[in-house]
């Protein structure tokens, strides 16, 4: 309990300034016909904000200098004033080794450091305490010679063991199930769920699935939206 106090005791005296980078997006398709893509910062605070930005291949815990990809970020490091905004260029190496018959996933990484502002001034004896906030966001490499995204969740297989259910995934694209429902009822699935391309993955339910029995999925798109569909599981 007296941990517990001291943490509230720090946290009432010292203001925290909390991120205030939007970033205009929640996942990013990278098409290989494309030259590059934009990545749009805004800074919705008074203040400045130095922003960081970088590129991982799935590991969160590695720091950028010792990550190589085949993307070039431009500029990697740049002050956002307040009310402003930044477009961040991610261009693709030429000659690069990325698989030209299926997706890649790579993240995007958004570190907002907040600067000071007249506003940020808190009362004599109190200090005010900056906190710098990571944000990631999927970047999807999806190479010219494929096609037929849209009808990739057809495809999905389902099978179901009990409260267990593998996913099949036989495209060469991510696909990713926000919820599965039965019927009209609530999501049976815990959390969402993303299926490699060419890859299987098994989720526990919160309920039995049967073979044969519809279920309603709701995948996220390209756009970041939830689209429909039915299905049976095997």
């Known amino acids: 309990m007296k941990l517990v106090a001291a943490l509230s005791g720090l946290l009432l005296t010292f203001p925290v300034l909390a991120d205030s980078i939007i970033v ?3 996942r990013f398709i990278y098409k290989g016909n494309e030259k590059e893509i934009t990545v749009q910062l805004s800074n919705s605070a008074e203040r400045p904000s130095l ?6 291949n799935g590991d969160a815990t590695v720091t950028p200098d010792k990550i190589t990809t085949p993307f070039i970020i431009n500029p990697p490091i740049s002050r956002i004033d307040g009310h402003s905004g930044q477009v961040i260029r991610i261009k693709l190496n030429a000659g690069n080794s990325l698989p030209q018959n299926k997706e890649s996933l790579w993240w995007i990484n958004v ?5 000071a502002s007249k506003a940020d001034k ?3 004896g109190i200090g005010v305490f900056k906190m710098a906030v990571r944000s990631r966001f999927k970047l999807i490499y999806r190479p010219e010679p494929l096609s037929g995204r849209a ?4 495809k999905l297989k389902l099978q179901p063991a009990g409260t267990a ?3 099949t995934n036989p495209t060469p694209f991510y696909i ?3 919820t599965i429902s039965q019927g009209r009822g609530e999501p049976i699935n815990t959390e969402a769920v993303m299926i490699a391309p060419e890859s299987s993955q098994t989720i526990n339910l919160r309920q039995a699935v049967r073979a044969g029995e519809e279920l309603t999925l709701e995948e996220i798109n390209d756009y ?5 569909s039915k299905t049976r599981a095997g």
Do not use: C, H, R
């Open 176 to 178: 990713t199930v926000a």
């Open 151 to 154: 009808s990739a969740i057809a």
């Open 122 to 124: 808190a009362p004599e």
């Open 111 to 115: 570190l907002d450091i907040p600067g």
């Open 51 to 56: 922003a960081q930005v970088w590129l991982d």
């Open 165 to 167: 259910l593998t996913l």
């Open 224 to 228: 970041g939206a939830l689209a429909k």
């Open 24 to 26: 205009n997006g929640t």
